[in-house]
């Protein structure tokens, strides 16, 4: 029996967030006695995700983190790395700053560089200049651009590069997500939700970019206003020891739950009546595509991509907009209720992971198949 062809996937650590889930509904998919996936991550430590690839037969190895004061040490490791494994596929998801592994891998013959654009933009940050130093730059180390999104794709490859952007859905398992209205009962009566009040829901990593304080905010003003709103946020990160503090010193923590990182977000949503999502910046949120599978509105700010806005009852509103505009926008859509055939309008935009993922196991073969035929050498 021929062994399995290995891709590597680059990114900065397996755990549970957007597009690392997103790279496990296809793993999990995979025929893998003819594709497997190894990760090079850029943390020291073990991601969520570590034990379930290891267990599927994934390699997982750790680079040094990119930080400019670990170039040179940074540098050592991937020619040594590229040097001890040939990999003819690189896929790299670490948007911008996948210029700098792709660029190690073209300087070790790797015949197929993938980078993958999940952004329509990036933090303003301390490095900021360098990401924007390295999104010029990754064009001329990447030969093939990949992109949840078009527009995300456009931001990060250039619009002269449209034409060669492939789109590769944030598919997901619908059927995990369908709506239970049992499910709901039960998960409702977990959190003391009452029957009557509006249950807000918001899935992501506690990050600036998912913003927070705005949830807060909006909470805080439907109280004002006298609704009866309870806002649920499931997710873990570095500002959620500082939100639950704004949420107390608002008077908030009785209607906030903070459920941290949860491996049944298919079984919470049903207790959701609506989902707020207002990043500063994003793609396409994998949790704005399952919390669409269970029929729930949808209210995101306009710097999430309109075209993960799938359902009549899915709206963006600028994010400078008033409160008292985010405030009566979640009323109106949480009244709305679910849509119906909301999985069939998602499985018809491709996000549906077992056709989604027959497609890029095929993808990947041939590309695999191309670097051999280039003089690429397979890593074992």
Same mark, same amino acid.
């Not at 790299?92 to 993958?116: K, N, T």
């Not at 952007?165 to 997901?172: E, F, K, S, W």
């Not at 059927?175 to 009040?197: H, K, N």
């Not at 859509?333 to 077992?354: C, F, K, P, S, V």
């Given at each position: 029996?021929?062994?399995p062809?290995r ?6 650590a397996?755990?549970r967030?957007?597009?690392e889930?997103m790279?496990m509904?296809y ?5 893998r006695d003819?594709i497997?996936?190894?990760f090079?991550?850029?943390?020291d430590?073990?991601?969520? &995700?570590d ?7 994934g390699?997982? &190895?750790r680079a ?6 670990h170039w ?10 590229f040097a ?6 690189v896929h790299s ?5 996948s210029?700098?592994?792709l660029?190690m891998?073209?300087? &070790?013959?790797?015949?197929v560089r993938?980078?993958?654009s999940h952004?329509?933009s990036v ?5 900021y ?7 010029r730059?990754?064009p001329?180390?990447a ?10 794709g456009?931001?990060?490859?250039g619009?002269e ?6 789109v590769v859905?944030?598919a997901?398992e619908?059927?995990?997500y369908r709506f ?10 977990e959190?003391?939700?009452?029957p009557e009040?509006?249950a807000?829901g918001?899935v ?5 970019v998912?913003?927070?304080a705005?949830?807060?905010e909006?909470l ?18 570095e500002l959620?020891?500082?939100?639950e503090r704004?949420a ?5 923590s009785?209607?906030?739950r903070f459920l941290?990182?949860?491996?049944d ?7 959701f ?9 994003e ?7 399952e ?8 209210l ?12 009549p009852t899915a709206?963006?509103?600028p994010?400078?907009?008033?409160l008292g ?6 009323v109106?859509?949480?009244?709305a209720?679910?849509?119906?055939g909301?999985m ?5 935009a491709?996000?549906?992971i ?16 191309a670097a051999?035929?280039d ?5 074992v």
């Amino acid at each position: 029996m021929e062994k399995p062809i290995r891709i590597l996937e680059v990114v900065n650590a397996m755990d549970r967030a957007g597009l690392e889930t997103m790279i496990m509904n296809y793993y999990r998919e995979f025929d893998r006695d003819r594709i497997q996936l190894d990760f090079l991550t850029h943390r020291d430590w073990r991601g969520d &995700y570590d034990d379930e690839i290891e267990s599927l037969g994934g390699r997982i &190895y750790r680079a040094p983190r990119l930080y400019p004061q670990h170039w040179y040490s940074y540098r050592r490791f991937m020619r040594r790395f590229f040097a001890e494994h040939p990999y003819p596929v690189v896929h790299s998801h670490i948007d911008a700053m996948s210029a700098f592994p792709l660029a190690m891998a073209r300087e &070790y013959g790797v015949q197929v560089r993938i980078a993958h654009s999940h952004n329509e933009s990036v933090d303003y940050d301390l490095k900021y200049p360098i990401k924007e130093l390295a999104r010029r730059r990754l064009p001329k180390v990447a030969n093939r651009y990949w992109a949840c999104s078009e527009a995300s794709g456009v931001y990060l490859f250039g619009e002269e590069r449209r034409g060669e952007i492939c789109v590769v859905r944030n598919a997901i398992e619908l059927e995990e997500y369908r709506f239970d209205g049992v499910a709901r009962e039960l998960v409702r009566s977990e959190l003391g939700i009452g029957p009557e009040q509006i249950a807000i829901g918001h899935v992501g990593r506690f990050s600036k970019v998912k913003n927070h304080a705005l949830l807060l905010e909006l909470l805080g003003e439907l109280r004002r206003e006298g609704g009866d709103a309870v806002l649920v946020l499931v997710g873990d990160g570095e500002l959620r020891a500082e939100i639950e503090r704004k949420a107390e010193g608002m008077g908030l923590s009785g209607s906030v739950r903070f459920l941290g990182v949860r491996s049944d977000v298919g079984r919470v949503v049903n207790a959701f009546d609506v989902v707020v999502f207002p990043s500063i910046h994003e793609g396409i949120p994998l949790a704005l595509i399952e919390a669409q599978a269970n029929g729930l509105p949808v209210l995101a700010s306009d710097a999430v991509s309109g075209e993960s806005l799938l359902l009549p009852t899915a709206e963006s509103l600028p994010l400078g907009a008033p409160l008292g505009e985010w405030a009566s926008a979640t009323v109106r859509l949480a009244r709305a209720g679910r849509t119906d055939g909301a999985m069939d309008i998602l499985a018809d935009a491709g996000y549906e992971i077992h056709r989604a993922a027959g497609r890029l196991a095929e993808a990947y073969e041939e590309l695999y198949s191309a670097a051999l035929r280039d003089g690429g050498q397979p890593c074992v």
